[in-house]
Protein backbone atom coordinates (compact mmCIF):
# COMPACT_ATOMS: atom_id res chain seq x y z
CA UNK A 1 0.00 0.00 0.00
CA UNK A 2 2.84 2.20 0.98
CA UNK A 3 4.28 1.44 -3.09
CA UNK A 4 0.99 2.48 -4.63
CA UNK A 5 0.50 5.84 -1.98
CA UNK A 6 4.53 7.16 -3.39
CA UNK A 7 3.22 6.21 -7.09
CA UNK A 8 0.11 8.40 -6.77
CA UNK A 9 2.11 10.90 -5.11
CA UNK A 10 4.80 10.88 -8.10
CA UNK A 11 1.74 10.92 -10.59
CA UNK A 12 -0.08 14.04 -9.01
CA UNK A 13 3.25 15.80 -9.19
CA UNK A 14 4.32 15.10 -12.59
CA UNK A 15 0.38 16.25 -13.49
CA UNK A 16 0.85 19.65 -11.41
CA UNK A 17 4.43 20.32 -13.34
CA UNK A 18 2.44 19.35 -16.59
CA UNK A 19 -0.32 21.39 -15.99
CA UNK A 20 2.27 24.73 -15.01
CA UNK A 21 4.12 23.92 -18.06
CA UNK A 22 0.81 24.27 -20.40
CA UNK A 23 0.27 27.54 -18.19
CA UNK A 24 3.84 28.87 -18.83
CA UNK A 25 2.88 28.53 -22.77
CA UNK A 26 -0.36 29.99 -22.68
CA UNK A 27 0.94 33.02 -21.27
CA UNK A 28 3.99 33.01 -23.58
CA UNK A 29 1.11 32.52 -26.64
CA UNK A 30 -0.29 35.35 -25.48
CA UNK A 31 2.38 37.83 -24.55
CA UNK A 32 3.63 36.84 -28.29
CA UNK A 33 0.55 38.06 -29.23
CA UNK A 34 0.50 40.83 -27.45
CA UNK A 35 3.55 41.84 -28.43
CA UNK A 36 5.64 39.93 -31.32
CA UNK A 37 2.34 39.85 -33.49
CA UNK A 38 2.44 36.12 -33.03
CA UNK A 39 5.45 35.32 -34.91
CA UNK A 40 6.41 32.25 -32.26
CA UNK A 41 2.61 31.29 -31.65
CA UNK A 42 2.00 28.61 -33.59
CA UNK A 43 4.85 26.93 -32.41
CA UNK A 44 4.31 27.35 -29.03
CA UNK A 45 0.61 25.67 -29.48
CA UNK A 46 1.99 22.81 -31.38
CA UNK A 47 4.58 22.67 -28.05
CA UNK A 48 1.38 22.77 -25.74
CA UNK A 49 -0.20 19.88 -27.85
CA UNK A 50 2.36 17.48 -28.38
CA UNK A 51 2.82 18.13 -23.87
CA UNK A 52 -1.13 17.98 -23.37
CA UNK A 53 -0.99 14.65 -25.80
CA UNK A 54 2.12 12.70 -24.74
CA UNK A 55 2.75 13.55 -20.90
CA UNK A 56 -0.45 13.34 -19.26
CA UNK A 57 -1.02 9.90 -20.41
CA UNK A 58 1.36 8.43 -18.19
CA UNK A 59 -1.63 10.04 -15.17
CA UNK A 60 -4.79 8.35 -17.04
CA UNK A 61 -2.73 4.98 -17.18
CA UNK A 62 -2.03 5.06 -13.47
CA UNK A 63 -5.53 6.14 -12.58
CA UNK A 64 -6.39 2.91 -14.93
CA UNK A 65 -3.91 1.08 -12.91
CA UNK A 66 -5.05 2.01 -9.30
CA UNK A 67 -8.93 1.12 -10.00
CA UNK A 68 -7.63 -1.96 -11.44
CA UNK A 69 -6.05 -2.62 -8.23
CA UNK A 70 -8.75 -1.64 -6.33
CA UNK A 71 -11.06 -3.97 -7.60
CA UNK A 72 -8.02 -7.24 -7.55
CA UNK A 73 -7.87 -6.27 -3.70
CA UNK A 74 -9.11 -8.93 -1.55
CA UNK A 75 -12.45 -8.46 -0.24
CA UNK A 76 -13.63 -9.68 3.24
CA UNK A 77 -17.51 -9.48 3.14
CA UNK A 78 -17.80 -10.81 6.84
CA UNK A 79 -15.99 -7.19 7.83
CA UNK A 80 -17.75 -4.83 9.49
CA UNK A 81 -17.94 -1.60 8.02
CA UNK A 82 -15.90 0.61 10.65
CA UNK A 83 -15.52 4.25 8.43
CA UNK A 84 -16.72 7.37 8.87
CA UNK A 85 -20.76 6.22 7.75
CA UNK A 86 -20.25 2.87 10.03
CA UNK A 87 -23.53 2.03 12.01
CA UNK A 88 -23.23 4.18 15.15
CA UNK A 89 -20.64 6.43 14.28
CA UNK A 90 -21.05 10.08 14.89
CA UNK A 91 -22.62 11.92 11.52
Not at 43 to 51: I, R
Not at 55 to 82: C, K, T, Y
Amino acid sequence: MQQLAAEAEFQLQAAADQLNWLAALASAIQLDHTHGQGKYAAHLAALAGYLSDTDFSGVHSSIDEFNQLSESAPQNPDMPNRGAHAAGAPQ
